[in-house]
């Protein structure tokens, strides 16, 4: 120990920063009896936060209706999602919770880490399963059809834009753009209007510009990587890239009609969308509610289209459950989320309490179900509807002429890389787009020559 | 400034030195740059152990009973650094050379990380981007607080007042600073445009261009930074005797040249140490593109850092993060040796 001063064990410490920091309390043991008295007690996150009252005291009440129904089970519920930063730490030190949240981008690499438990032995119980449209429940799976998961929700890209602007651009705001070049004009028009006033907004930064840039190629035809005999290669050096990529820089360059400010995020745009001073971004339907709550605006001033083209991308969330957790608490965690999510039979009592409570019924969005469970939830979402159906009329629509396309294998190594591309395009007026797409895709072959 | 011979050397010097620092007799010249009652101020950084070695074997048990209980107090604050500080740094290398999932037991894969690592064309953007950051840095944050100091120095009122706004930066949180900054050079209502504009001048492209990012990363980190290394160079410049001024003046020396042969010669050593200090502390540069830029415009400022960052808490991959903080490791640790080693010649 000769030689440490305080100073330098305090440098070296934070040399290695958090992720060390993680490592040090691996090793902690899994508590250990979730029985007592034939009672499971099952762990499970996404529980609203405190300072979300309503919603809070609503997740509590299921609690209880649910433990009624279900004697032998108790839930513990925790706070918080899926949080990559907190993930891994929390599986070391024993601390994940036996059914957890994620979001579609995670169970690809959860799974093939081993981080989630195989779940297929004990879905022959669950109902109600087979009417979930298996391109959503296909994201649980591994390639032998393992599944490790269930989807609760899902989304797909459109187009979310101010109502009251188009207006104001003397553009009809129920008759939204249907193609590329309509966007353009209609950004340009909302852009002109002066005032700081922003036509079309996207994102270029902390791996969500590649996200978005993925949906704008595949609105264009094409994809982001494609598998031949087994091998994964990247596919956006194409025409459906060049195309993209030139409408984005038209618009920032040519017609001026996406602002200055670039290097935005999703947090960035939506505080413009809620601000009033942004037309249109590239957006599932369950932004609306979110710009709605947090900057105080109505349903009434947001319309939602679907996105140009042939395909948009489409994401979502589920839930996974420990891999170290023993097989009845995995078949108690499956009735939760079964009895908390993806139940037709409670929706109708749902949707009554929610309606009143301001909470947004006749949303799109989820639709987690096909045939004729999706059709009477539906029913049901009508019926009660709390916000404005026809200004999502151009998106229901439309929506079945638009493929809905899953995020490409090691997904967030690609967007980082997509970052680039879309931030060289936003930020530089001579960028040489056909260099930016090669460089980008030699980049995304290496990336992509790891995926088992 | 040369070196000392280290407490383990063998020889006579090393034996008179010994006991110089047990008596504090000052009776011998010391070498330059040992303080004659060195051994009452045990240097920072020396462990009890190494100490107590010191000592002849017949005195070492009456010394250890002497000093039991300040031993009893230290050994907890050792045991804290051990579990806090050296554990997470070994488990850290280990981890540097294993696939890990924490789902299962970790998997040694040899080198496999650092072939990995080196084979990301971002891994060199990020040293370079990161070297290019901490020569801004000198560049701007090494000089500013220099001269802020200097001046501060000079002032005859207001001093008090200047020296806490001087410091004020360093006191804001540092998500405050990014977020103010992030106004500043805002392209539309930004505070810069908007005097560039008054003056007539083009508006810039602060953190969107890509020749542009950097520097401006490099100022709000000077500003966020620049109070504490002020503070230092005022104590500094508050020790330098007035005499050695005195009679520079007489000898009809300007500022310019008091400044030169009076001033800098006095401060030289803390410059050198705050010269280390700040290569170590802008090699870690993370918040100002994490929060300003997130590596962009076109990786331009991607960081060893914010790369970490990303294969651990992105992409999961903590091995890959962890090949990448020991090399960090590593080149930190030689500026941390070169600054232990000036600082214990200084002693």
């Known amino acids: 120990m000769d030689g440490i001063t305080r100073r330098r064990a305090l440098l070296l410490s934070t040399a290695l920063v958090a992720s060390l920091g993680l490592t040090a309390c691996a090793g902690t043991p899994a508590p250990a009896g979730d029985k007592a008295g034939g009672v499971v007690t099952i762990t499970v996150n996404g529980m609203p936060a405190k300072t979300q009252a309503a919603d809070r005291k609503d997740f509590e009440e299921l609690v209880k209706q649910f433990e009624a129904a279900h004697p032998k089970i108790k839930i513990d519920a925790r706070e918080g999602q899926m949080d990559p930063k907190t993930f891994a730490a929390k599986l070391a030190g024993g601390q994940l919770e036996d059914v957890y949240y994620v979001y579609f981008t995670d169970p690809a690499g959860l799974i093939q880490r081993k981080q989630g438990a195989d779940i297929t032995p004990y879905l022959a119980d669950v109902p109600y399963l087979s009417d979930i449209r298996p391109e959503l429940q296909k994201v649980f799976k591994d390639k032998e059809g393992k599944t490790y998961g269930l989807p609760t929700g899902n989304y797909s890209m459109g187009l979310v834009y101010n109502r009251e602007l188009f207006r104001k651009a003397g553009l009809d705001p129920d008759k939204p753009p249907t193609t590329w070049e309509e966007v353009r004009a209609a950004a340009k028009k909302i852009s002109e209007l002066g005032e700081d006033t922003v036509g079309y907004a996207d994102y270029s930064k902390n791996n969500q510009g590649g996200w978005h840039l993925t949906s704008w190629l595949y609105s264009m035809g094409g994809e982001v990587a494609t598998e031949e005999n087994g091998k994964w290669k990247a596919a956006f050096d194409s025409d459906a890239g060049r195309k993209a990529l030139h409408t984005l820089h038209d618009m920032r360059w040519t017609d001026k009609s996406m602002g200055t400010r670039q290097l935005l995020e999703i947090g960035d745009v939506q505080k413009m969308m809620g601000s009033g001073k942004l037309g249109m971004y590239m957006a599932g339907p369950d932004n609306i509610p979110t710009i709605v709550k947090q900057f105080e605006r109505k349903y009434e001033e947001f319309g939602l289209a679907a996105l140009p083209g042939t395909a948009t991308l489409g994401g979502g969330d589920g839930f996974m459950f420990n891999p170290k957790a023993t097989p009845e608490k995995i078949k108690a965690g499956l009735q939760w989320v079964q009895w908390k999510y993806l139940n037709p039979d409670r929706e109708e009592e749902n949707v009554t309490k929610f309606s009143g409570l301001g909470v947004p019924i006749g949303l799109p969005q989820p639709n987690l179900f096909g045939g004729a469970a999706q059709q009477k939830i539906d029913a049901i979402h009508v019926a009660h509807a709390n916000v404005p159906q026809e200004n999502y009329k151009p998106f229901v629509d439309r929506s079945p002429q638009v493929e809905v396309k899953v995020e490409p294998p090691n997904a967030q190594q690609i967007y980082t890389v997509l970052d680039g591309v879309m931030q060289s395009v936003l930020t530089k007026e001579d960028a040489d787009i056909d260099t930016l797409l090669e460089q980008a895709a030699a980049r995304t072959d290496t990336i992509l020559a790891t995926v088992k | ?347």
Request: hydrophobic share 50%; proline share 6%; glycine share 8%.
């Open chain 2, 1 to 347: 400034m040369s070196a000392l011979p280290t407490p383990a050397a063998p020889g006579r010097r090393a034996r008179r030195l010994r006991d110089l620092r047990r008596t504090g007799a000052a009776g011998e010249n010391p070498k330059a740059g040992e303080s004659p009652n060195a051994g009452e101020n045990p240097k920072a950084g020396e462990s009890p152990a190494t100490a107590a070695s010191r000592v002849p074997a017949t005195g070492r048990a009456r010394r250890l009973r002497e000093n039991l209980v300040a031993y009893l107090f230290l050994s907890a604050a050792l045991i804290c650094f051990a579990l806090f500080a050296w554990y997470p740094i070994v488990r850290g290398v280990l981890l540097g050379f294993q696939q890990v999932t924490f789902a299962q037991p970790a998997e040694w894969v040899g080198l496999d990380n650092f072939r990995r690592l080196f084979a990301d064309p971002l891994f060199a953007t990020a040293w370079r981007n990161t070297g290019y950051f901490t020569l801004l840095a000198l560049v701007f944050g090494f000089a500013a607080p220099f001269v802020t100091a200097v001046v501060l120095n000079e002032l005859r009122r207001g001093q008090s007042y200047l020296r806490l706004t001087v410091y004020l930066p360093v006191m804001l949180p540092p998500i405050v600073t990014m977020l103010l900054w992030r106004w500043f050079y805002d392209p539309g209502p930004g505070l810069f445009n908007n005097v560039l504009g008054v003056l007539h001048l083009p508006a810039q492209q602060w953190l969107e261009s890509e020749h542009l990012a950097m520097i401006s990363l490099v100022l709000v980190s000077t500003w966020a930074n620049m109070g504490t290394t002020t503070l230092i160079y005022l104590a500094a410049l508050g020790g330098i005797p007035g005499e050695l001024y005195e009679a520079a003046e007489l000898d009809g020396a300007s500022i310019r040249r008091r400044l030169w042969h009076v001033t800098i010669p006095q401060v030289r050593f803390i410059l050198l140490i705050t010269l280390l200090l700040q290569v170590i502390g802008t090699m870690q540069v993370f918040v100002e593109p994490f929060v300003l830029t997130g590596g962009g415009p076109d990786d331009a400022t991607v960081t060893i850092l914010l790369l970490l960052y990303r294969y651990a808490f992105v992409y999961n991959d903590f091995g890959l993060a962890s090949a990448m903080s020991t090399l960090l490791f590593v080149v930190l640790g030689l500026f941390a040796g070169l600054y232990l080693r000036l600082t214990r010649t200084k002693d």
